[in-house]
Nanobody, 121 residues
Framework: QVQLVESGGGLVQPGGSLRLSCAASGSIFSINAMGWYRQAPGKERELVANIFSGGRTNYADSVKGRFTISRDNAKNTVYLQMNSLKSEDTAVYYC???????????????WGKGTLVTVSS
């Protein structure tokens, strides 16, 4: 059974940095893409950044220049380096992966349980 486990969340002051990690495990044939979403209180879940199999990346406008997404394909792990954090970055951050369980399957989305990032003085 596929599992995505996030780590690295916590409390940080405005202007500080955090590095989130997400490791995918289970019977995975291949990973098409991995990414990060976040959900703040009272808000809908939104895309933060994702990275595709060819290495192309995509970022929300609100985090461009501050966040960097990267991956370690050998470990099925995606990272999110978050710099210059703002209070509005406070949210539960969820890892997402579009992956195949077998050669002939289509890609399906899987989600982690989330890790809380709180940016506050």
């Amino acid at each position: 059974q596929v599992q995505l486990v996030e780590s690295g969340g916590g409390l940080v002051q405005p202007g500080g940095s955090l590095r989130l990690s997400c490791a995918a495990s289970g019977s995975i044939f291949s990973i098409n893409a991995m990414g990060w979403y976040r959900q703040a209180p009272g808000k809908e879940r939104e895309l933060v950044a994702n990275i595709f199999s060819g290495g192309r990346t995509n970022y929300a406008d609100s985090v461009k220049g501050r966040f960097t997404i990267s991956r370690d394909n050998a470990k099925n792990t995606v990272y999110l380096q978050m710099n210059s954090l703002k209070s509005e970055d406070t949210a539960v951050y969820y890892c997402n992966s579009n992956l195949k369980l077998t050669l002939y399957a289509h890609g399906m989305d899987y989600w982690g349980k989330g890790t809380l990032v709180t940016v506050s003085s």
